[in-house]
């Protein structure tokens, strides 16, 4: 049913073979080949293809939409997803409905994409590509759980010292940037900035921006338009070859005030 329910959508939608192709982040020839049954999609593609439509991915390959009792419930699929989509958008200043292109391994879990330093400015042109990110290495961590899609990042800079430069920060997807919390470390993935790893602090609400701000205090703050921000992913754990060093200052201010107790506990058994 997969190439039949694809032209049907994409009548239901209006979409040229192209547009199709650009909101589920492939090529305009793979379209028209699903299409006519020459090729099959990729799971991811079909995830993304399900998502679009509205539907579940059981039903883009087992209904056929284009029978007449079909078509009436597709119709009304359609317009629930209208809704929708301009609920959302509204309720983000700048905010864009768009499918989050995303893999899967033989079990139909979701993988961790790692987007290293040298595929970051690559990462800007198809991180909407399931072929682009089927081609980077991909793992898995248990220990996150199943709530929310994961994507790891190299970093580079020193900006957010003591995580250094070459760490891999592992975040979360964020759907919903209006409930960002002040001070949360994420990605910012931007058409002018690229790739950043920053402390958001939110004022969308305001003005339209997203201030970032820098761990180490040698970079200042700056605020960057939300129109610009492709993708935001709020850090959950990172991965890191250097281990932190450790502040000699504070370990030699511990050794005194223990010292000091000790002597007062003296002086009181005295």
């Not at 993304?48 to 009792?69: C, H, P, Q, W």
């Not at 899609?149 to 760490?167: H, K, V, Y």
Request: charged share 25%; aromatic share 8%; net charge neutral.
């Amino acid at each position: 049913m997969i190439n039949t329910n694809l032209k049907f959508w994409r009548r239901e939608l209006s979409l040229t073979q192209a547009q199709m192709a650009e909101k589920l982040g492939i090529k305009r020839s793979l379209v028209g080949a699903y299409e006519e049954g020459r090729a099959e999609p990729k799971l991811a593609t079909l995830v993304n293809m399900a998502r679009l439509f509205g539907i579940t991915l059981d039903a883009l390959v087992t209904t056929d939409f284009s029978k007449k009792k079909n078509a009436k419930a597709a119709a009304q699929l359609q317009a629930q997803n209208a809704q929708m989509a301009a609920d959302t958008s509204n309720s983000r200043p700048g905010g864009n409905l768009r499918i989050l292109a995303l893999t899967v391994d033989r079990e139909q879990n979701e993988n961790i994409e790692l987007v290293p330093q040298k595929a970051a400015a690559g990462y800007l042109n198809g991180y909407a590509d399931p072929e682009y990110l089927e081609e980077l290495p991909k793992f898995r961590l248990p220990m996150l759980g199943s709530s929310g899609t994961f994507r790891a990042f190299e970093i580079a800079g020193d900006s957010m010292l003591p995580i250094a430069s070459g760490t891999v920060i592992v975040g979360r997807y964020v759907d919903d940037w209006l409930n960002l919390k002040d001070g949360t470390p994420c990605i910012i993935v931007s058409s002018k900035e690229g790739i950043v790893f920053k402390r958001v602090f939110n004022r969308l609400k305001d003005s339209a921006m997203l201030a970032l701000h820098s761990d180490n205090p040698l970079y200042s703050p700056y605020q960057i338009d939300v129109e610009d921000v492709v993708e935001i992913w709020e850090a959950k754990a990172y991965i890191s070859s250097t281990f932190p060093i450790a502040d000699l200052s504070l370990t030699r201010l511990a050794s005194i005030v223990l010292d000091l107790q000790q002597q007062v506990s003296t002086m009181k058994k005295v």
